[in-house]
Nanobody
Framework: QAQVVESGGGVVQSGGSLRLSCEAS????????MGWYRQAPATERELVAA???????RYAESVKGRFTISSHKVKNTAYLQMNSLQPEDTAMYFC?????????WGQGTQVTVSS
């Protein structure tokens, strides 16, 4: 059974930090990309950051310099370190795992930044 589980969300004040984790387990093998997306109410889901198996990373312009994505290949886990959080970062954050044949999504973890 393939499973993607996010954790680490919560409520934080503006300027604070959070670290999200995404663990892929079960039948998920051959991970090519691990990505973080977010979706605020009445908006479309958007890419926040992604990391390819070779280590290349990509970030949304709005989070560059504040967020850092990393991964642990053995643990099949991706992390998103979020610093200098702002109220506009408030959203449900989702992890997407891309293998050569399939995409897997987690259920999401809520991040709320208060002003």
């Amino acid at each position: 059974q393939a499973q993607v589980v996010e954790s680490g969300g919560g409520v934080v004040q503006s300027g604070g930090s959070l670290r999200l984790s995404c663990e892929a387990s079960g039948s998920i093998q051959g991970i090519y990309v691990m990505g973080w997306y977010r979706q605020a109410p009445a908006t479309e889901r958007e890419l926040v950051a992604a990391i390819v198996s070779g280590g290349t990373t990509r970030y949304a312009e709005s989070v560059k310099g504040r967020f850092t994505i990393s991964s642990h290949k053995v643990k099949n886990t991706a992390y998103l370190q979020m610093n200098s959080l702002q109220p506009e970062d408030t959203a449900m954050y989702f992890c997407k795992i891309t293998t050569r044949g399939h995409d897997y999504w987690g259920q999401g973890t809520q991040v709320t930044v208060s002003s």
